[in-house]
C-alpha cells in the first residue's frame, strides 16, 4: 500500500482523495497572493466530503511544505519553523478549514499562533462544498495579536495581509532586542485519582512558583501504559494546554520515561511529574549542606532511570520547574557520569552521617532524650517549634517550608531536659528516592524518644493525611516512641475536628500549648526519670559501668558508699536493678519506687 504525504487524520480516508490532498504540494501561490479563491475552493470540497478540519502550511514563497487532516472540530497543529531564531516569526502561514461554516479563530488558533509563531492564522468556514468566510490573525509580540474582522471569502484583501505578515515581522524582530522579564511558568495539571489530590498538586505548584492555569481530572482504574490518560484524553489536553497558553503539564502521578516522552510529543509543552515537582521544591528550599546533597542525590537517582523521556525538557537550556539542582547540566549528562556523580554523592553524605552518629551518641550519652514534631507538609511543625522555643526558624503557610532538621534544647517543669527536633514534612506519594536520600534525617524520627504528631486541623484532609504520616513512620520503622497526638490550627478550623485523644492546639495563638508541654512532661518521665542507685564501697566499679548510660546529675557520698542520681531510661534502670541486684532509695523516683 503506497504512504501518502498527508499527516494527522487520514484514517478511514480514500486513496483517491489522498491523492488529491497530496498534490496540494504541488501547488504554487502567484505573488501577491495571500489565500487564492482556486485554493479555498479545494480546500473547502475536500473538507466537505471528509467533513474533516484540513489545514496546510504556506511559506512566503508561496510553496505549501505540509498537508495535514484532522477531525470534524479540530487538526493538530504543527511546528513548523524556517528560522533557526525561535523568537522571530516562523515564515510559514497556516490555513485551516472550519467544516461548521464559522471562519471565527478559535482560542487553540491564537494559542497556536503565539506558540509557534506563524506569520499568520487562517480560519476558513466552509458549507455544502464551498468556502464561507475568513478570518487571519497575525503576531505583533509575545502576548499582542492583531485580529482583523472575519470577511466573506471573496474579498480576503491579499495584498494587505502580506504588508501586515511584513509589519508583523519588523515588529517582533525589534521586540526581541527588548529585555523581557520572564515570569511564571504557566501550567496545566492533570490527575487520574481525586479531586482532593489534584488540589495539593496545585498547592505544589505554586510552591515551585508556577501559575496554574487549568486543572483536569479523568477518573481511570489504572495508567495507560503509553501515555498515561490514554491517546484521546492526551489530544484533548493538548488543545486544552494551547488555549491557555500554558508552556508546562504537571502529571499527578509518577511518570515513566517512556510516558513523559510520548506526552510531550503529543501536548507539544514541557511535561513533568508530581515527583519531579517535589524534587523541585526541595532542591529550591535546601539549605544546609547536606540538604543540598541529599536533594541531588534524590534527583540523580530519579533521572538516571528517565534519560530516555527528557524529550523536551533535554532540549530547554532556561531552566523553570523541574530543572533546579543539577538539572542544567542535563544536556550533557550521560548515565556514566550520573554513576560517578551519585558515588561521590554517597561518599560525602557518609561522612557527614558520621559525624551526625557521632552527635546522636553524645546525646545518648549524657542521657539527653528526643522529642521529635512529625506531620505532614504544612501541619505547623516549624511554627509549632517556634512558639515553643521561641527558635526564630521560617516557618510559611506553604509546602515545604523547611527542609533540614532543627533542635532546641528544653526542660520540662521538672528541670528534665530534652531536645525538641523538627523534621521534614511528610506528603502523599512522597517520593521514594527522597526517602532513600533523606533516611539520616529522617531518622531524627526513628530514634526519638517521644513523637508528636502534629496534624492540620483547619484541613478537610485531616484524616488521610495522619495516614500518610502513619505510613511514613511505618516505611522508617519509627513505630515503638510513645506518641502524642496534636491537632494545630484549632482556632482556623470549622468545624471544630474531632480526634479523640488528641490535644487542641494553635501554635499560631498559643491556645493548648501548656497542655502540650505538660504531655511532653509525662511521656518523658515514663521514660527519662531521675534515678538514684545505692552503691556499697565494695562494690564502687558498677559506677565506671553505670555512668555512660545516662546524665549523672547528682553525687552523694554515705558512710557505706555512694548514692549516684541520674537521668536515664526506665528500662535501663530496671535492668541495672535486675541484674546487679543494687538498690535504690525510695525518693529516687519512679523507678525506685517499683
Known sequence: MRKYNVYGNTEGVRDALLAKLEELYSYELEEGEFLPRELMAILADYSCRLNREIAVYITRDGEIVHVAVGTDCDVELTDFRLRRNARRLSRVRCVHTHPDGDGHLSDVDLSALKIFRYDAMTA???????????QTAFLQSDTEVLMPPCVPWHRVP??????????????????????????????????IESRESLEELRRLAETAGAQVVGMFLQKRDRPDGALFIGRGRAEELAREAQALDADLCILDEELTGIQTRNLEDVLRIKVIDRTTLILDIFARRASSAEGKLQVELAQLQYQSTRLIGQGLVLSRLAGGIGTRGPGESRLEMNRRRIRERMTELRRRLAEVEKQRDIRRKSRERNGTPVVALVGYTNSGKSTLLNALTGAGVYAEDQLFATLDAVSRRMETSEKTEYLLVDTVGFIRKLPHTLVSAFRSTLEEAA????????????????????????????????????????VNKCDAADPWPTFPGAVMISAKTGEGLTELKDRIARALQENHAPVTFRIPFDRFGLVAQIRPLGRVIGEKYTE?????????????????????GLEMPEDGGESGAE
Open 158 to 191: 491579499d495584498r494587505d495581509w502580506l504588508a501586515q505578515i511584513e509589519a508583523c515581522d519588523a515588529l517582533v524582530g525589534a521586540g526581541e532586542t527588548r529585555q523581557v522579564s520572564d515570569g511564571p511558568e504557566k501550567a496545566v495539571l492533570m490527575g
Open 560 to 580: 557505706t558508699g555512694e548514692e549516684l542520681t541520674m537521668m536515664m531510661a526506665r528500662e535501663d534502670a530496671l535492668r541495672l536493678v535486675r541484674r546487679w
Open 124 to 134: 476558513v468556514g466552509v458549507r455544502d462544498g464551498a468556502a464561507v468566510n475568513v
Open 447 to 486: 530514634l526519638a524518644d517521644v513523637l508528636v504528631i502534629v496534624n492540620d486541623g483547619s484541613s478537610p484532609e485531616m484524616a488521610a493525611q495522619h495516614d500518610t504520616v502513619e505510613q511514613v513512620l511505618q516505611e522508617l520503622g519509627a513505630t515503638e516512641a510513645p506518641r502524642i497526638e496534636a
